[in-house]
C-alpha cells in the first residue's frame, strides 16, 4: 500500500487503529505520519471507485484526453485524471487492500 498512497493523495480513507476507525482524507503524507505517532495504526484502505463506476461525462472527458500517437504527456494527463477522480488504477479492490466507493446516482 505504501507504494500507491501518494498517487491518492486528497482522497477519502479509512485507516484502522487499535481503538477505533478513523474516517478522514489523506490530505498530505505528514498526516498519515502523525496519526501513526499517535495511534498505533493497524491498517489503511483507500475508499476507491472501480473503472466500471465512471459516468458518460468523465468518460467523456477521458476520451477528450485521449493521447495521439507518440504523445506521453497526453497518457500521462488521462491517468492523472482517472486517480484524481479516485478510481482504481492497480487493483487495490480486488486485493483487499481499497474499499469500494461508487459515484453519487
Not at 21 to 28: A, L, W
Not at 62 to 78: D, T
Request: proline share 4%; aromatic share 8%.
Amino acid at each position: 500500500m505504501n507504494n500507491y498512497l501518494h498517487l491518492y493523495l486528497g482522497q477519502e480513507c479509512e485507516i484502522t487503529t487499535i481503538d477505533d476507525k478513523v474516517k478522514m482524507h489523506i490530505v498530505n503524507i505528514k498526516t498519515l505520519s502523525f496519526i501513526d505517532s499517535t495511534r498505533s495504526v493497524t491498517s489503511v484502505k483507500l475508499k476507491l471507485r472501480p473503472l466500471s463506476d465512471m459516468t458518460d461525462e468523465e468518460q467523456e472527458k477521458w476520451e477528450s484526453l485521449e493521447p495521439s500517437s507518440g504523445m506521453a504527456k497526453n497518457e500521462a494527463a488521462r491517468t492523472a485524471y482517472l486517480l484524481s477522480r479516485g478510481f482504481d488504477l492497480f487493483g487495490l479492490i480486488e486485493e483487499g487492500l481499497a474499499i469500494p466507493k461508487y459515484a453519487q446516482p
